[in-house]
């Protein structure tokens, strides 16, 4: 071996050394990342001990335990109590009594499970979302022509919608987005629980319905203003004016708008497309039980807290993740050195 190469792992081994010895020394820590569970007046209902969790309903929820490769997801209760020992590779929350979760071999597919962790049918899938009105959108994992096509199962795990889509989500108010065609090509429209196209595809984005409108956008440049919402017909009532849109909740959906994308920021608008928040926020989430995550600055690791109907921040803990609450509850990540 030549002298240089001696060189440099000696000094890569001198350099690993200093840093063993600063970090027990206290001087050079690391960022860990950390989940906990919090009410709606910000108090820690479970403290930031989790390297994952998600959002929850029916009392439990997705949590992650270990680190990299060694890591596994199982459920816990509103308290961090494990109900559901981690042993999945990933998981999804609860929902009308059941969950998807991906196995932990080498198939990598999802089933589902009831609460005491039984696997409910034998059909597994290569991906799952959550029961939603009945219906769970699944991605097939057959050896056929439907395989990596998206359809829908009932609760015996029988499809009443075959597979047939190249991209599905959960029915919301009795419809589904779609999306017919694949990549660039790939537009999405509405579908109803028979599998009828309700409204064509015709957007390159479509979101769920609540309130009686979805939000959609024409193109799929994020920097083109084309984003606005839909009625169940497909009509256009909110003019396709913002760079990005999503769901309408407590009568209030966040927006990013500005007058070039570059300067553009996150406000709130109501019904009648009224600016009621104005836009302030770098990344914004619907609101739920009267509270909405938003981010309050533009560095990564910092910046969300929670505002009310009124713009009023009411949650100011600055988070360095946050999200919905469901049941008053929400899960949150924090960054920590050690």
Request: hydrophobic residues 40%; aromatic residues 14%.
């Amino acid at each position: 071996m030549k002298s240089g190469s001696h060189l440099k792992i000696l000094l890569i081994v001198v350099i690993l050394l200093s840093l063993m010895l600063l970090n027990s020394c206290g001087v050079v820590k690391f960022p860990v990342y950390v989940y906990g569970l919090i009410d709606t007046e910000g108090n820690y209902l479970v403290q930031p001990e989790f390297t994952g969790i998600k959002i929850g309903k029916e009392g439990l929820y997705p949590v992650r335990q270990g680190f990299n490769e060694y890591y596994k997801w199982g459920f816990c209760d509103r308290n961090g109590n494990i109900v559901i020992e981690p042993q999945y590779k990933d998981a999804s929350m609860f929902s009308e009594g059941l969950a998807p979760v991906q196995v932990y071999d080498n198939s990598g597919l999802w089933i589902f499970i009831d609460k005491e962790n039984n696997k409910v049918f034998e059909k597994e899938f290569k991906y799952a979302l959550p029961f939603s009105e009945g219906l769970a959108c699944v991605q097939s994992a057959a050896r056929d022509a439907s395989y990596n096509l998206w359809g829908y199962i009932d609760k015996t795990g029988e499809y009443v919608i075959e597979p047939q889509f190249q991209i599905a989500a959960s029915f919301s108010e009795g419809l589904a987005k779609i999306q017919t065609g694949s990549g660039s090509a790939g537009l999405c429209g509405y579908i109803d629980k028979t599998g009828e196209i309700i409204i064509e595809p015709q957007f390159s984005y479509a979101g769920l319905f609540s309130g009686g409108l979805a939000s959609v956008k024409l193109s799929m440049d994020q920097e083109t203003n084309d984003a606005g919402y839909i009625d169940r017909q497909g009509n256009i009532v909110i003019p396709l004016i913002y760079y990005n849109t999503s769901t309408f909740s407590d009568g209030l959906a966040p927006v990013l708008a500005g007058d070039t994308f570059k300067d553009a920021l996150y406000g709130y608008i109501n019904i009648r497309n009224e600016m009621v928040i104005k836009p302030k926020y770098y990344m914004a989430y619907s609101f739920s039980e009267g509270l909405a995550a938003v981010k309050t600055d533009q560095y990564e690791n910092s910046g969300w807290m929670y505002i009310d109907t009124e713009g009023k921040l009411v949650i100011k803990n600055d988070y360095s993740s946050a999200s919905s609450f469901i049941d008053g509850v929400a899960p949150v990540g924090m960054v920590e050195y050690r």
